[in-house]
């Protein structure tokens, strides 16, 4: 996705719908992460009417949802409320085609949309620590 100045900005409970907002909104109140009621997930085979809902449960968990640069557990920098190191965007964008940065929002929701679309939401320790599949 390529951001360009006239595009609309959002917020990612905006983006994520009413679902993402109550899970955002506990994160930041709070300070908790909710736990996936949902199903297990077949990382393989994620339902389109799920990304978003599985979206908004992790960045509680990676970040309470604030826009962070952090030394990660594996000592590397971890960039944005999805927690993307930047081996980890770069190899992505080159295959979904998604250009930008993990610290804007519209940017790493579109590449959080398209890893777990593809298969790939075990890249994400939350998703372990959440218990979704």
Excluded at 54 to 75: G, K, M
């Amino acid at each position: 996705m390529d951001s360009s100045p006239d595009q609309e900005r959002t917020p990612i409970f905006f983006r994520l719908g009413r679902r993402g907002l109550v899970t955002t909104t506990l994160a930041k109140l709070y300070g908790t992460r909710p736990y996936w009621q949902g199903p297990k997930i077949d990382p393989a085979n994620v339902p389109a009417d799920e990304v978003d809902m599985i979206i908004s449960h992790l960045l509680p968990c990676e970040s309470l949802v604030r826009d962070v640069d952090e030394i990660d557990s594996n000592a590397k920098m971890s960039y944005g409320p999805g927690q993307f190191q930047s081996s980890t965007w770069n190899a992505w964008s080159a295959e979904s085609g998604i250009v930008g940065s993990p610290d804007d929002v519209n940017d790493m929701v579109s590449m959080m949309r398209w890893a777990i679309e593809h298969g790939l939401l075990p890249a994400w320790s939350c998703a372990t620590i959440l218990k979704m599949f």
